[in-house]
C-alpha cells in the first residue's frame, strides 16, 4: 500500500475526521480575539480545515497527499465551506512571511529528521505575524514503536513496511522534552502537555503538544496584506 492508496482508503480516513478537541478549543477562543487567518499543515483529510472554516477563519490547508486533498475539498464543498486547500511538502508553504495569525501542525513535522525540524521551526515563525499562535505535535518516544526500523541518526527511525502500512520512506523523529523546548526556544511557549493513549492492544501512543506565540519582533507582514506568492485560485474551493 502506498501512501496515496492509504489516504484513499476509508478506514484510514474515518480515523481522522473529528477534530481534536484541544484544537478546537483554540481555534474557539483565538477567533473570538478575531483571529482570521489560519493554515492547516499537513491536514489530512480535512477535519481541522473543516473546522476553521465552520467558524469563519480565512482558510488554508496543504498536504502531501493528493487524495488527501481531494477529499478535504469534497468536504469542504458538501458543507457550503470556502477554503484553500493544496498539495504541497510541508516545507513548501506558499504564502508570503507573516501571512498567518494561526499555523496547525498535527502530527506532521516530526516526518523528517532532526535538521529539517530545526528549518520547520524557523518556516513557521516566519510564516506566523508577530503575536500569532501555532499548535504543533512532536512525537514522543514514550509511543510503543520508538526505536523500530532503521536509525538513521539519533532518535529518528525508517519504518518497513506492514500490512497497511504506507511503503514510503518517511522517517519518524520522536522529540525529547528538552529537544521540544529548544526546537521552539523563539517562540513564547504557552502551554506544553505530553499526551499518552493506550489502545485496545496495550500498545501506547504518545506526542508533544505545543502551544506557541510568535515573539514580538519577528519579521514579517501584519494583518491586511493581500493574497499571492504561489497561492493559486484553483486551489480555492468556493460555496
Same mark, same amino acid.
Given at each position: ?24 478549543? %483554540? ?24 473546522? !476553521? ?84 505535535? %512532536? ?65 501506547? !501512543? ?34
Amino acid at each position: 500500500m502506498t501512501w496515496e492508496d492509504k489516504w484513499r482508503d476509508g478506514k484510514t480516513i474515518g480515523k481522522w475526521l473529528v477534530p481534536d478537541a484541544t484544537v478546537e478549543k %483554540l481555534a474557539r477562543e483565538l477567533r473570538a480575539d478575531e483571529t482570521q487567518r489560519a493554515l492547516d499543515l499537513g491536514c489530512g483529510a480535512g477535519r481541522h480545515v473543516v473546522l !476553521l472554516a465552520r467558524q469563519g477563519y480565512d482558510t488554508y490547508g496543504s498536504d502531501f497527499s493528493q487524495a488527501a486533498v481531494e477529499h478535504c475539498r469534497q468536504w469542504l464543498r458538501r458543507e457550503d465551506l470556502s477554503a484553500t486547500v493544496m498539495q504541497a511538502d510541508m516545507a513548501d508553504i506558499r504564502a508570503p512571511d507573516g501571512f498567518f495569525d494561526f499555523i496547525v501542525a498535527f502530527n506532521v513535522i516530526y516526518h523528517t529528521t532532526s535538521a529539517s525540524m530545526k528549518e520547520m521551526a524557523v518556516l513557521l515563525r516566519r510564516k506566523l505575524r508577530p503575536g500569532g499562535c501555532l499548535f504543533v505535535t %512532536l512525537k514522543s518516544p514514550a509511543t510503543w514503536y520508538f526505536g523500530q526500523g532503521q536509525q538513521i541518526e539519533p532518535g529518528t527511525f525508517l519504518r518497513p513496511p506492514k500490512r497497511d502500512r504506507p511503503t514510503k520512506d518517511i522517517p519518524v523523529h520522536f522529540s525529547t522534552e528538552e529537544e521540544a523546548d529548544e526546537l521552539f526556544s523563539a517562540f513564547r511557549m504557552v502551554s506544553k502537555r505530553h499526551v499518552e493513549h493506550v489502545q485496545p492492544s496495550g500498545k501506547r !501512543l504518545a506526542r508533544w503538544e505545543l502551544t506557541l506565540i510568535n515573539q514580538p519582533g519577528a519579521t514579517g507582514l501584519q494583518p491586511g496584506l493581500t493574497s499571492g506568492s504561489g497561492l493559486r485560485a484553483e486551489d480555492k474551493v468556493n460555496p
